[in-house]
């Protein structure tokens, strides 16, 4: 059973990362705002969370929500309504929810690009090497068909292709392999 502490650590290292199409896109998650008087005397003032996109890039962290629940807590002191305290899948949700999200001149999760073809080309190139490491065939033959039903790319049918290529050269070179060093019976 995990301990606390383990708990602990493990979700203070969570981070997300998020891309934006621009580079310095600044998103609002909650406006600042005042509460004033009668008389129009700033009473309580309530800080704004913000997205900052430098360079085109934001990475949440559990460190960065941890600041703005300290933030609530100092401002939310003396209210009678305090605002709950915020968690890090309820602010990624929160940041998901953006309707500039997942839009190509928006902003979107690293690795998952709007309109990119699920999966890349990079993790299916993983695949193939793994299954041709292994030498799969049945495997890389799956790759394949999947390949050809969904998005067709050349590049991914090529790599498959020369794998099991790779495989029935190396099937037909074994036998003379092993009669070579095969004792005389």
């Known amino acids: 059973m995990p301990s606390a502490t383990a708990d602990a650590v493990k979700t203070s290292n969570e981070s997300v990362i998020f891309i934006a199409f621009g580079t310095n896109l600044l998103l609002t998650l909650e406006a600042p705002y005042t509460i004033k008087n009668h008389t129009g005397q700033v009473v309580k003032s309530f800080s704004a969370r913000y997205l900052q996109f430098k360079g085109g890039s934001?990475?949440?962290?559990?460190?960065?929500?941890?600041?703005?629940?300290?933030?609530?807590?100092?401002?939310?002191?003396?209210?009678?309504?305090?605002?709950?305290?915020?968690?890090?899948?309820t602010v990624v949700d929160e940041?998901?929810?953006?309707?500039?999200?997942?839009?190509?001149?928006?902003?979107?999760?690293?690795?998952?690009?709007?309109?990119?073809?699920?999966?890349?080309?990079?993790?299916l190139s993983e695949r193939i090497v793994t299954a041709s490491a292994t030498q799969d065939v049945a495997e890389i033959k799956r790759l394949i068909d999947i390949e050809r039903e969904t998005h067709g790319r050349p590049k991914v049918l090529d790599m498959a292709n020369a794998a099991l290529a790779a495989i029935a050269t190396s099937d037909k070179e074994e036998p003379a392999e092993e009669s070579v060093h095969a004792k005389p019976g």
């Open 95 to 123: 940041i998901k929810s953006n309707p500039r999200f997942d839009k190509k001149q928006g902003f979107w999760q690293v690795e998952h690009r709007p309109g990119a073809l699920e999966p890349s080309v990079e993790v």
């Open 58 to 89: 934001f990475t949440l962290t559990n460190d960065l929500i941890e600041q703005w629940n300290n933030n609530r807590e100092r401002e939310d002191r003396d209210e009678p309504r305090q605002r709950p305290m915020l968690d890090f899948e």
